[in-house]
């Protein structure tokens, strides 16, 4: 193989290391702990960016760039500056020829004078009636021809941008030239239509007059953009003036263009690029509020930089239907904002793409969803937030220095398995690793199948039921992200240090369901009335009679009483004052927990009289505890419990 090296140019950094999408995860994280969907969260970052990590500008800040260049624009000038510029240029030529007649006694020289009174007022029936005239003054010939010359600049610039440069020769051959280039533009774009257009006919072309467009264009696809965005910008400079002034430059327009022999093959163009690109906003007006006045071809140029930032600020806004950061044009951003823009886009758009393709989020049915990888990486991002509220050494700190002993020892031993406790029997693992390498020599070396640990007699299990409350109200107060937050942690909890339990979910409103593990991360409060303790007990229930042989954990967090009950033909009773037979039926569920075992502590998120009395008669029925946290301490609560009752077993 043969390798070519030269300069780097452009495009992403060879040399970069892989990315690093995590920092964009736990930004996410941030967002769906405190209670948002996996969509909103991806939403909220790529607004944000990420100037901590990456320096990174998000949406946000580019479309605050977008908003003050466009004020810029806006208070650039006026858009009159080529009809000023041509009646001073007029007003000149006539006032030199008028000093030059003046000393002249000759009845010519008072005819010529007539002449030019009789000159009409706007500047295009004024230039044709002097086209013919005979000036006496050589200065006002050459004002003349300076004003000639400025239009047919800026009537062709204003079509083909820098046209100016191209036309600085006046040798009649640079006018020949452009009129060459038109006819075969236009021959190009016919047979283009006629589906006979090739690359090799576009690069010919390029090859003539690529001197003429500056902005270089690849294809012939490119070159309509650029073209059709400035022949729009074109008519809305026109349609931006006032009715007279509208009329008067139009004129010049028209009349430049028959003079330079242009008129007929820039109607042709001008149908091909309406027909190839109506979606731009050809006669919309807009409204420059500055004090210099612009040339023709600065104003189609400023007005086509305006369209440009108002299409880019509503793209950056991402406030429609079925908005995506795909939808942002990477070569509107390189106009408009310059090559830095663009880094930032596309590290904006890299972060949805290796969020994916490093296996973080999914797309289902097109809603966006966190996979089992990233729910975990999110749990145990909750779980360490809870344990960094906890004082060191008070109870529910995890870092024992007894982890191991949960029994007797019975004198045997077996291989490690993930999620012992028992204590590691470092002799029996010590010659396994021995043995392994015997023969070898050296130091012995030690791989997981080696280690060992001693049984102990046999400790108990738990099954873990946490009742959570998905009503509105929950919402409503303030307490739903806390509550979110909190059964993602102790999920991962159970999942990372206590793998033998058996952890189970509960949501439950106006019914109750069982939440699994890479839901909770994408879950949100439901928008019903209905708080069905009744309903999520009988779930628990049936949870705890499927491991008989472990002890039942039954946590519920809610902010309100029972309002809601299960009857018997599977539909849902809702009744606020809660009546007695939803009351009934709930404790009736709580007696039947007493019944298993199963202390049901509650952890309750209001300050209400009616849900004090219905959890303190839950407590006497049961004999479990209540407690009422602070929503920031919720998770904090829930799970130092659990490991208090985890440890006494």
């Avoid at 901590?52 to 760039?65: I, K, P, S, T, Y």
């Avoid at 263009?257 to 190839?276: F, I, P, V």
């Avoid at 991402?318 to 904002?337: C, H, K, N, T």
């Avoid at 039942?552 to 007695?580: C, I, K, M, Q």
Wanted: charge should be negative; include cysteine.
């Amino acid at each position: 193989m043969s390798y070519r090296y030269g300069e780097y140019r452009d495009g992403p950094d060879p040399l970069a290391p892989p990315y690093d999408v995590r920092s964009a995860l736990d930004r996410m994280g941030d967002s769906i702990l405190s209670g948002s969907n996996p969509g909103h969260a991806l939403r909220d970052l790529l607004r944000q960016g990420l100037p901590d990590a990456d320096n990174r500008r998000g949406l946000d800040e580019l479309l605050r760039e977008v908003r003050r260049r466009r004020r810029e624009l806006r208070e650039r000038g006026r858009l009159d500056g080529t009809l000023e510029r041509a009646r001073a240029l007029l007003d000149k030529a006539i006032g030199q020829e008028r000093a030059e007649l003046f000393p002249d006694p000759s009845d010519d020289a008072r005819f010529r004078e007539t002449r030019l009174d009789a000159v009409p007022d706007d500047p295009a029936g004024a230039i044709q009636d002097l086209s013919a005239y005979d000036w006496r003054s050589e200065a006002a010939r050459r004002t003349f021809e300076e004003l000639r010359d400025l239009l047919r600049r800026e009537v062709l610039d204003s079509q083909f941008q820098g046209m100016r440069q191209a036309l600085a020769d006046p040798d009649p051959a640079a006018m020949e030239r452009v009129r060459q280039m038109m006819s075969e533009l236009n021959d190009m774009l016919d047979r283009d239509a006629r589906g006979e257009h090739t690359q090799d006919d576009f690069d010919s072309f390029m090859s003539k007059y690529g001197d003429m467009f500056p902005d270089s264009p690849r294809n012939l696809e490119e070159l309509v953009d650029s073209l059709a965005r400035r022949a729009a910008a074109t008519q809305r400079l026109l349609a931006s003036l006032t009715p007279q002034q509208r009329e008067e430059l139009a004129n010049l327009i028209n009349q430049t263009l028959e003079q330079t022999g242009l008129a007929e093959q820039m109607r042709r163009l001008g149908d091909s690029l309406y027909a190839r690109r109506p979606d731009l906003a050809w006669h919309t007006p807009e409204r420059l509020t500055g004090d210099q006045p612009l040339g023709m071809g600065d104003a189609v140029t400023a007005l086509d930089e305006l369209a440009d930032l108002t299409q880019l600020e509503a793209a950056l806004r991402q406030d429609y239907p079925g908005a995506s950061i795909d939808d942002v044009d990477e070569a509107a951003v390189r106009r408009a904002l310059g090559r830095s823009a663009v880094d930032d886009l596309n590290a904006l758009k890299q972060i949805e793409r290796e969020l994916e393709q490093q296996g973080y989020l999914r797309r289902q049915r097109g809603r966006l969803e966190l996979t089992p990888k990233a729910v975990r990486r999110l749990g145990e991002t909750a779980l360490r937030r809870v344990f960094a509220s906890l004082d060191a050494g008070r109870r529910g700190d995890h870092d024992q220095t007894d982890a191991g002993a949960a029994g007797e020892l019975t004198g045997s031993t077996r291989p490690w398995r993930f999620g012992d406790e028992q204590p590691i029997d470092v002799v029996r693992t010590v010659v396994n690793g021995v043995r392994r390498g015997a023969g070898r020599g050296g130091a012995v070396t030690l791989s997981v199948d080696d280690f060992e640990v001693a049984e102990t007699e046999r400790r108990t299990a738990a099954a873990v039921c946490l009742l959570v409350d998905l009503s509105y109200s929950m919402a409503l107060r303030g307490t739903w992200a806390a509550a979110k937050q909190t059964a993602m942690a102790l999920q991962a909890l159970v999942s990372s240090k206590f793998p033998q339990d058996s952890v189970q979910i509960i949501g439950f409103s106006n019914y109750a369901r069982v939440l699994a593990p890479d839901e909770l991360a994408g879950l949100e409060w439901d928008m019903v009335q209905g708080t069905n303790l009744h309903h999520a007990l009988l779930i628990a229930g049936r949870h705890l009679d499927r491991h008989p042989d472990f002890e039942p954990v039954v946590l519920v967090v809610t902010d309100g009483e029972p309002t809601s009950h299960l009857r018997r033909n599977g539909s849902y009773a809702f009744e606020w004052p809660p009546t007695p037979e939803t009351l009934e039926l709930t404790l009736s569920e709580v007696d039947k927990m007493t019944r298993r075992r199963a202390t049901l502590n509650v952890f309750m998120l209001a300050e209400d009289e009616r849900l004090k009395e219905f959890v303190d008669e839950v407590a006497r029925r049961n004999g479990g505890r209540v407690f009422s946290p602070s929503p920031e301490r919720l998770g904090e609560y829930v799970v130092s419990d659990f490991l208090r009752a985890r440890r006494a077993r």
